[in-house]
């Protein structure tokens, strides 16, 4: 199998996380406001998911605003505050109509109050679906998820196991990422998904997220397919099953 080519026997990630990184530069570039980028941003990611979920991944789940990203210019943030009221709902409806889940991550308190609206609202449109789901973490850190999990515990009297633990995480219930993606050139998880990537190939791509496209996906789906995942056991434990 060519290595950067997806064909009949290509091993099909069951969960992809993507750091969607570089909308701002890519922007910045053609000399147009970071806005511009995060438009364009949004829209890939959404060819993306429905590019991912064709080539039969279950889980897609999207680093959109990191609890740390709260810190820059108002105007910024109101733009991407615009492109959840304008057009979150309605590039949404392509993935509720085939029966995929939407799950908001993330403290997500911290937004404007008709933007939580919004996404509730989505949330419950597809309540009822499974076996495929979408997470878009927004005001997302994974350190604080770990805090919130173990205090959750806490407050049940719980002590904590791996397993308990992962079911007070937002994504419980879904299997844990296989691969990892980040756009961008950067080479950082900046705090995202630290417990469950635990064990993710990890994908690296110089291209700023606009650009990625679905040949890119392919590319990384090939790439992570050429991968011997070994958990902990060597390759002759990993051959013989």
Same mark, same amino acid.
């Given at each position: 199998?060519?290595?950067?080519?997806? #064909?009949?026997?290509?091993?099909?990630? +069951?969960?992809?996380?993507?750091?969607?990184?570089?909308?701002?530069?890519?922007? $910045?570039?053609?000399?147009?406001? %970071?806005?511009?980028?995060?438009? $364009?941003?949004?829209?890939?990611?959404? !060819?993306?998911?429905?590019?991912? &979920?064709?080539?039969?991944?279950?889980?897609?789940?999207?680093?959109?605003?990191?609890?740390?990203?709260?810190?820059?210019?108002?105007?910024?943030?109101?733009?991407?505050?615009? @492109?959840? %009221?304008?057009? &979150?709902?309605?590039?949404?409806? =392509?993935?509720?109509?085939? !029966?995929?889940?939407?799950?908001?991550?993330?403290?997500?308190?911290? @937004?404007?109050?008709?933007?939580?609206?919004?996404?509730?609202?989505?949330? +419950?449109?597809?309540?009822?679906?499974?076996?495929?789901?979408?997470?878009?973490?927004?005001?997302?850190?994974?350190?604080?998820?770990?805090?919130?999990?173990?205090?959750?515990?806490?407050?049940? !009297?719980? =002590?904590?196991?791996?397993? /308990?633990?992962? /079911?007070?995480?937002? #994504?419980?219930? +879904?299997?844990?990422?296989?691969?990892?993606?980040? #756009?961008?050139?950067?080479? =950082?998880?900046?705090?995202?998904?630290?417990? +469950?990537?635990?064990?993710?190939?990890?994908?690296?791509?110089? $291209?700023?997220?606009?650009?990625? /496209?679905?040949?890119? @996906?392919?590319?990384?789906?090939?790439? &992570?397919? /050429?991968?011997?995942? %070994?958990?902990? $056991?060597?390759?002759?434990?990993?051959?013989? !099953?």
């Amino acid at each position: 199998m060519g290595r950067n080519k997806i #064909t009949g026997s290509t091993k099909i990630p +069951q969960h992809i996380a993507i750091i969607m990184d570089g909308n701002g530069r890519w922007a $910045k570039k053609r000399l147009m406001p %970071r806005s511009f980028g995060h438009k $364009k941003g949004m829209e890939r990611m959404i !060819g993306l998911m429905e590019r991912a &979920f064709d080539l039969g991944v279950s889980y897609v789940t999207v680093y959109a605003l990191s609890t740390e990203n709260l810190n820059r210019p108002e105007e910024e943030l109101n733009g991407l505050y615009d @492109l959840i %009221r304008n057009h &979150f709902e309605g590039y949404m409806e =392509r993935f509720y109509k085939k !029966g995929v889940r939407l799950r908001i991550i993330g403290e997500t308190h911290l @937004l404007p109050a008709d933007v939580q609206e919004i996404i509730k609202k989505v949330e +419950q449109k597809t309540a009822h679906c499974i076996g495929k789901g979408v997470n878009v973490a927004l005001c997302y850190g994974s350190r604080a998820e770990l805090v919130r999990a173990v205090n959750m515990a806490i407050e049940k !009297g719980e =002590r904590v196991t791996e397993d /308990s633990l992962s /079911s007070l995480l937002y #994504t419980a219930g +879904q299997p844990d990422p296989d691969l990892l993606i980040r #756009t961008g050139r950067e080479v =950082r998880l900046s705090n995202f998904l630290l417990w +469950q990537a635990a064990y993710a190939e990890l994908y690296f791509s110089d $291209k700023m997220f606009p650009e990625f /496209s679905d040949k890119d @996906l392919e590319k990384a789906v090939a790439w &992570f397919s /050429s991968r011997v995942r %070994r958990f902990g $056991k060597t390759d002759e434990q990993v051959a013989n !099953g």
